[in-house]
């Protein structure tokens, strides 16, 4: 699985908002994306098409975030995601 590590970019972090844009647009990819935390070595990744999986990694602006999947066009889309502010 091909992964690419990248900053969170929204202004307050992967919170409801730009966790549910990411999700929605994971399932309309319809591709396996998973996201983990840098550094978090005791969390499994979670599923980026799940916006209440994506919340749980806590993740706030500027944290470094792990994106893999098979899918190198939804791996593309998930780490532009990630890395845009999606508050803004």
Known sequence: MASTT???GSSIGL???PAGIIADAVTELGADVT???VGDDDEEPVD????LMIMTLGATFG?????????PAAL???????EADLDA
């Open 6 to 8: 990248v900053a969170v």
């Open 15 to 17: 919170h409801a908002r």
């Open 35 to 37: 996201l983990a935390l």
């Open 48 to 51: 980026a098409g799940s916006a």
């Open 63 to 71: 944290d470094e975030v792990i994106v893999s999947s098979d899918d």
């Open 76 to 82: 593309e889309a998930v780490v532009k995601l990630v």
